[in-house]
Structures are given as structure tokens and as C-alpha cells.
Nanobody
Framework: QLVESGGGWVQPGGSLRLSCAVSGFNVNTYIIGWFRQAPGKEREGVSCISLRDGRTRYADSVKGRFTLSRDNPINAMYINTVYLEMNSLKPEDTAVYFC???????????????????WGQGTQVTVSS
């Protein structure tokens, strides 16, 4: 199960932090990805993180502005939380943001959302003045 939270409205240049609570399977063997979809556009990969070792990848459009991290709780095998810190937000960052999980054997992919097996319900991020 994946549950996102933290979306909302922010002015250009502002910041938001999204959370993705992950539970219900052996999460330590999964990659968590963040994707976004704006109206009329295809789903776009933003960033992903290995829950096993914390390695991250970022899309060029968000490098230097977004930071992805994870908790490392004692019971990390079955529950974890991933945080997407978004700074210097731009109007073009406006979209519904989804977190998703894929098994680590598939590699850390951002280009192919269909590779991800589990999805959250999404949270709206709006950047406007």
C-alpha cells in the first residue's frame, strides 16, 4: 500500500514536501518512484530511490531543486516513508504527483511508469501566483 500526502498550493519559488507511506510487502527490496501528470500530458518520471540503500535518481527538469530521501526505521523491511522535498517550485511543476513501487530487480527506472507495480492515489501540487 502506498499513501501520498503533502500536496497543496504554493507560489512560484516556494517549497513543498510530499510524503509516501509504504507498507504491506517486503519494502526493502523495492524502488519508490515519484511521477507527475499535468492535464493533457503524459505521466513523467520525477525521481526514484532505493529503499535498500538510499540511492537516488532525478529527472533533469528537477535536478538541484528536488531532493528524495527515506526513513530508515528499525522495521524497515515492512514499512517505510519516502519524502520528496521540492524547492524553487515553478508553475510548470503543477501536476498530480504519484508515488509508485517497483521491485529492485527492474532497476531504477523513470522512463517507464508501466514498470511500476503499485501506485498511490496521487496528490495535487499547484504552483501559481
Amino acid at each position: 500500500q502506498l499513501v501520498e500526502s503533502g500536496g497543496g498550493w504554493v507560489q512560484p519559488g516556494g517549497s513543498l514536501r510530499l510524503s509516501c507511506a509504504v507498507s504491506g510487502f517486503n519494502v526493502n527490496t523495492y524502488i519508490i518512484g515519484w511521477f507527475r501528470q499535468a492535464p493533457g500530458k503524459e505521466r513523467e518520471g520525477v525521481s526514484c530511490i532505493s529503499l535498500r540503500d538510499g540511492r537516488t535518481r532525478y529527472a533533469d527538469s528537477v535536478k538541484g531543486r528536488f531532493t528524495l530521501s527515506r526513513d530508515n526505521p528499525i522495521n524497515a523491511m515492512y514499512i517505510n516513508t519516502v519524502y520528496l522535498e521540492m524547492n524553487s517550485l515553478k508553475p510548470e511543476d503543477t501536476a498530480v504527483y504519484f508515488c509508485a513501487a517497483e521491485h529492485e530487480a527492474k532497476g531504477m527506472t523513470l522512463a517507464y511508469p508501466d514498470e511500476y507495480d503499485y501506485w498511490g492515489q496521487g496528490t495535487q501540487v499547484t504552483v501559481s501566483s
